[in-house]
């Protein structure tokens, strides 16, 4: 019994790494009971984040769950099929931080299944938005990248910029502005034209296709030229982003009038 005991808190050991956390379901999934969760919080070998959610407890006496480790929690050990996008990515990817707004870091979450409701509960850094991965994309089309986050150099799941720059151009107009877009695409010098290819390809969306070659015409990059635009499926008829804007012919949208004076 005592040889058994100690083999299951062997195994916790080396399958719940310090600092990242796991759930009932994926405590139950590997053997640990009830009975077995509650003695092992007694007995100060789990600690309870929230309700139904536990980690290995740390000398370093966090009163908050970093969000990257949410995020590789749910990734690596409860294989969620999510990944960090947006502006979030192109953050990390160096591209947006000068952006970013004082005040509690947002983090947009693009998800192909539902995510565990213990997600917006846990006391975190910052505030996760969750989006649905499949509005945009199919599950395993291109444009995810990976990067090494934390003193372990575990892997985070994010979008390479070519895709991050799609999923931020979905939140036009409404949740993002044309101007901080215009920006963000100005600093988007060095894409690589077939992983912008290959993303453009996969994208569902005829609006955020059309925006994505405005703006990187506008621009004048020179990975523009390089794409095929023929195998690029942008739809038929007008489609109006921006009511009362401008229209431009070749990609048959409405965009900001003076999009120079920050519109």
Request: charge should be positive; include cysteine.
């Amino acid at each position: 019994m005592v040889a058994q005991k100690n083999e299951k808190i062997n195994q916790l050991n080396r399958l719940l790494p310090e600092g990242l956390v796991v759930d009932t379901p994926w405590l139950e999934g590997h053997g640990y009971r009830r009975q077995w969760r509650e003695k092992y919080v007694a007995q100060g070998r789990l600690e309870s984040v929230v309700r139904g959610v536990y980690r290995r407890p740390s000398a370093s006496l966090e009163t908050t769950v970093p969000w990257q480790r949410i995020v590789i929690s749910l990734q690596r050990l409860l294989e969620k099929s999510v990944h960090v996008g947006g502006r979030s990515a192109l953050e990390l990817h160096g591209l947006a931080h000068y952006l970013r707004l004082s005040g509690t870091a947002t983090i947009h979450l693009y998800a192909f299944e539902a995510l565990p409701g213990w997600v917006q509960r846990i006391a975190s850094d910052a505030r996760l938005v969750e989006h649905k991965g499949g509005r945009l994309f199919e599950r395993g089309a291109p444009g995810l990248a990976q990067i090494e986050w934390g003193h372990w150099g575990w892997k985070l799941d994010v979008s390479a910029p070519e895709r991050a720059l799609c999923e931020l151009l979905d939140e036009l107009p409404d949740r993002d502005t044309f101007h901080q877009a215009d920006v963000l695409m100005e600093s988007a010098r060095t894409l690589s034209p077939r992983r912008v290819q290959a993303v453009l390809e996969a994208c569902k969306s005829v609006k955020v296709k059309r925006l994505f070659l405005w703006f990187a015409e506008r621009q004048g990059h020179s990975w523009f030229g390089r794409l095929d635009l023929s195998r690029i499926e942008l739809g038929h008829g007008k489609r109006q982003i921006v009511p009362g804007g401008r229209y431009d012919p070749k990609y048959q949208i409405t965009v900001p009038e003076n999009l120079d004076a920050g519109g």
